[in-house]
């Protein structure tokens, strides 16, 4: 079968820009929650002030942005994603 990123950009339009930007988005944040938690636990680098201030922003980036960008997809149609 299809992988899910040909699947998006067989549908045409904007389906396989916004799937790109939003696994990419995925990836990049997801890859820097164990490398926050290395820094802030493991190596004692970071305050607790500041590894929850990077938490936070990492789970903005992770959640809200993602959902901004896939309902600026919408208008694609949501089968569309």
Known sequence: GKSWAEAAKA???ESGSVY???AGITVITWFCYPIVWVFAEGFGNFSVTFEV??????DVIS??????I???GASTGYEAI
């Open 11 to 13: 549908k045409g339009g």
């Open 20 to 22: 790109s930007k939003i």
């Open 53 to 58: 201030l990077i938490y936070g922003v990492l």
């Open 63 to 68: 959640k809200a942005v993602f959902g901004l």
């Open 70 to 72: 896939l309902m600026s």
